[in-house]
């Protein structure tokens, strides 16, 4: 997922969004920590997709990190 990061088609964004979604429901430390140290790197389709399925209050705490982040 990581070499996708940083590709300009939408599709590629949206397939990184949802392998992370779908990871997180595998691995949820792992992914969120993976969002969390990219959230500035992550397209906004990408991010939207991975984080559909975490709790209100963690999506809200990657919203923070990524305004932050991309502040930057």
Known sequence: VETLLDDSDHLVQRG???TLREAHQLY???TS???RGNAARL???AFSAATEKHD???REELK???R???RR
């Open 56 to 58: 209100k209050r963690s």
């Open 68 to 70: 932050v982040a991309r």
């Open 43 to 45: 397209s906004s389709i």
């Open 64 to 66: 923070e990190i990524r």
């Open 16 to 18: 990184v969004g949802w």
């Open 33 to 35: 920590t993976f969002v």
């Open 28 to 30: 949820p430390e792992q």
